[in-house]
C-alpha cells in the first residue's frame, strides 16, 4: 500500500524575506523493436486514449543516484523499477530531451553528452496519433565534440546545447541543435554555431531562429565578467546551417540565464534584462531597467512558459546569497518585486513553471514545494501564493552532504515529483489539489530527478489516482 504523506498548508501572511539563490563522429543505435501496448492502464482520465493507438500513462522517470556513477528507471503508473544503467562518467547532470523520449545525460568536464531511451514515445502518423512503449534502453549515440556543454534549452521540440569552450585550452565556443529524431536517428552532423573565442553563454531555440549570444572583444564587452557576452544574434537556419542575420542592437552587459514564451525571448543583464520580440523573420530589442528591489544583484535565471504572458526572474549575487524574485512582463516592459518571498532560513533549490503553466513552483531547502498562481487582476497578471506541501518529515539537518532536494515536472497531467536524499524516496504532489498522493521508496539517495514519456493537454483535468 502507498504511503501518503499529510499537506500542510501554510498562511499567506508570511513576512516578505529575501532567499539564497543559488560528437560527430557516425555512430549507429541499435534499438529493440518498439513495442505497441494496448491501453491497459485505468486512471480515470478525461484524455481519450481507448482508440488502440495511444497509451494513458503517467510516464516514467529517470534518477541519477548520488552514491554511485548510476541512472535508475521507474514506471510511474506502478512505481516499478524498469532498469538501472551505469553511465560512462562520474559527475553528471540529468535532464530530458525536448520531446521527452530521452534521458539527457552531460557531463561538462568530459566534454559528454548521452542518451538513454525512456521507452514511451509518440509518432504522428497523419490519420492518428501513435503511442509506443518498451524497456528502457541505452543509446549508442554520443555528443564529444563540444568542450564544456553547459546550458542545455529545450523548446518547442529543439534542443540547443551551448559549449562553453574553454580559454586555458584555446577551446572555442559553439552550439548544437538538436530532436529527438536526431538521437532516433543517430545524426552524425549537426545544425549549429562555432564561435571564434570561448565564452559562458545560452542559446535560445525558436523553429527556423535560434538566439544564440555574441561575446564582443574585451575592449568593446559592456560585461563586466568578459567571458560573458553582452549581445544577442539571430540566426536563421537555411540550408542546413545557421547564419547570423541580425544582431539586437541593445546591450546586455553580464548576460545570463534565458527564456521564452509564444512572442517574446528575455535574456538577464546586470542592469535589468533584454526583451527581443519577433515580428515574422526580424527581431525588436528593449531593456527593462532593473528596479530598486533588485539594487546590486544580477537577474541571472530567467524561467517562461509558452502559455504564460509574464517570467519569472531571480536576482542574485554571484556565487549565491541573498535573492530577490521579480515578474517580467515584457508587453507592458514592467519588472516587479513577487509580493511573497520564502520564509526565514529557506533558500530556492529549484524553481519551474508547471506543465500548463498555470503554476509556478518553488522548492527550498526546508522541504517545501511552494505552489503559486497567476491571477489577472487590472489587466495585469500577479502571482500569489495558493499553498505550501511540506514533502519531507525528516530533519532538514540531516541532508546528505553536496546534495539537496529535487524536483521535475509532468507533462501528462498536474503533478510534481519531488526527490528526498534523506529519506530516500520521491513523493507525488497533485498540484491543483495541493496533495501528495504517492510515494516512490528508493534504496540509494537521489541526486536528481526528471520525467520521461508522453507529454498530453494538461487543461481541464480531474486526474483521480
Avoid at 542518451?115 to 509506443?132: Q, S, T
Avoid at 501528462?412 to 515529483?417: E, L, V
Wanted: proline share 3%; with cysteine; glycine share 8%.
Amino acid at each position: 500500500m502507498k504511503k501518503l504523506y499529510q499537506l500542510k498548508l501554510i498562511a499567506l501572511a508570511i513576512s516578505a524575506t529575501f532567499i539564497t539563490a543559488c560528437g560527430d563522429a557516425e555512430t549507429n543505435i541499435v534499438e529493440k523493436d518498439p513495442i505497441v501496448v494496448e491501453d491497459e492502464h485505468n486512471h480515470d482520465d478525461d484524455h481519450d486514449h481507448d482508440d488502440g493507438y495511444t497509451i494513458d500513462s503517467l510516464g516514467r522517470l529517470a534518477v541519477l543516484a548520488g552514491d554511485s556513477n548510476e541512472a535508475s528507471f521507474f514506471d510511474l503508473d506502478n512505481n516499478e523499477l524498469l532498469d538501472t544503467f551505469t553511465l560512462t562518467n562520474d559527475s553528471n547532470t540529468l535532464s530530458s530531451s525536448p520531446d521527452f523520449r530521452y534521458a539527457v545525460i552531460a557531463s561538462r568536464t568530459q566534454d559528454y553528452l548521452g542518451f538513454i531511451d525512456g521507452g514511451l514515445w509518440r509518432e504522428d502518423h497523419g490519420e492518428h496519433l501513435h503511442d509506443y512503449e518498451q524497456r528502457p534502453a541505452a543509446s549508442s549515440y554520443e555528443l564529444t565534440s563540444g568542450s564544456r556543454p553547459t546550458h542545455l534549452i529545450t523548446h518547442d521540440g529543439q534542443l540547443a546545447i551551448f559549449y562553453d569552450g574553454d580559454a586555458e585550452t584555446g577551446t572555442i565556443a559553439s552550439v548544437e541543435v538538436l530532436t529527438d529524431n536526431d538521437i532516433t536517428s543517430a545524426t552524425a552532423s549537426l545544425p549549429g554555431i562555432s564561435y571564434d573565442i570561448n565564452m559562458h553563454g545560452v542559446a535560445e531555440p525558436r523553429g527556423e531562429h535560434l538566439l544564440s549570444t555574441i561575446r564582443r572583444d574585451d575592449s568593446e564587452s559592456t560585461s563586466v565578467a568578459k567571458v560573458l557576452p553582452d549581445q544577442v544574434g539571430v540566426y536563421h537556419f537555411h540550408d542546413g546551417e545557421y547564419e547570423l542575420e541580425q544582431t539586437l542592437e541593445v546591450t546586455c552587459p553580464d548576460l545570463h540565464g534565458a527564456a521564452q514564451n509564444h512572442d517574446y525571448v528575455v535574456f538577464g543583464c546586470s542592469d535589468g534584462v533584454l526583451l527581443a520580440h519577433q515580428h515574422d523573420d526580424e527581431y525588436e530589442a528593449e531593456k527593462i531597467a532593473n528596479i530598486a528591489a533588485v539594487g546590486d544583484l544580477r537577474i541571472g535565471s530567467i524561467y517562461g512558459h509558452e502559455d504564460s504572458e509574464t517570467f519569472i526572474g531571480v536576482a542574485s549575487g554571484h556565487g549565491g546569497g541573498e535573492a530577490v524574485i521579480v515578474t517580467i512582463n515584457p508587453a507592458t516592459a514592467q519588472m516587479e518585486e513577487l509580493e511573497w518571498q520564502l520564509a526565514d532560513g529557506a533558500s530556492a533549490v529549484s524553481y519551474s513553471f508547471s506543465a500548463s503553466g498555470e503554476h509556478f513552483l518553488i522548492l527550498d531547502s526546508l522541504g517545501f514545494l511552494n505552489v503559486l498562481t497567476g491571477h489577472k487582476h487590472d489587466g495585469e497578471m500577479h502571482w500569489e501564493l495558493a499553498g505550501q506541501v511540506d514533502i519531507t518529515q525528516a530533519d532538514v539537518t540531516t541532508m546528505p552532504e553536496g546534495m539537496s532536494f529535487s524536483m521535475t515536472v509532468a507533462q501528462s497531467g498536474q503533478f510534481a515529483y519531488i526527490a528526498d536524499p534523506i529519506t530516500q524516496h520521491i513523493v507525488q504532489v497533485h498540484l491543483e489539489d495541493l496533495e501528495i498522493e504517492s510515494e516512490l521508496e528508493l534504496t540509494f539517495p537521489p541526486a536528481s530527478i526528471t520525467w520521461l514519456g508522453i507529454a498530453q493537454e494538461t487543461e481541464d483535468e480531474d486526474h483521480d489516482h
